[in-house]
């Protein structure tokens, strides 16, 4: 990731992969959140649906950090796997 904001006017993401993406509302304000282009429109994090005109720009996310057992974090280390969701579940990151 190089931590670059990509108009929605000149690419397209490849479908079902997590971008941050910053969207203009209805009421012409701006914001951030995470989602992923589904080949019609944008479905956020939480679910929501926003319309193909209403994001702006997306952002590849970077790569998580390995979590050591103690707790601290190593720079450069391969990211993991699999997440844990907040019900528990176990699935694969892509």
């Not at 009421?27 to 992923?36: I, T, Y």
């Not at 193909?52 to 601290?72: C, D, F, Y």
């Amino acid at each position: 990731m190089d931590g670059t904001w990509v108009s929605v006017e000149e690419q397209l993401p490849e479908e079902d992969r997590s971008k941050l993406l910053c969207y203009r509302t209805l009421a012409n304000r701006r914001g951030v959140c995470l989602g992923k282009w589904v080949g019609v429109r944008w479905r956020m994090s939480g679910g929501y649906y926003l319309e193909r005109e209403m994001v702006t720009h997306w952002m590849e996310l970077p790569a998580l950090p390995e979590v050591l057992s103690s707790g601290a974090l190593t720079p450069g280390a391969s990211p993991p796997t699999e997440a844990v969701g907040w019900r528990g579940e176990h699935r694969p990151l892509r």
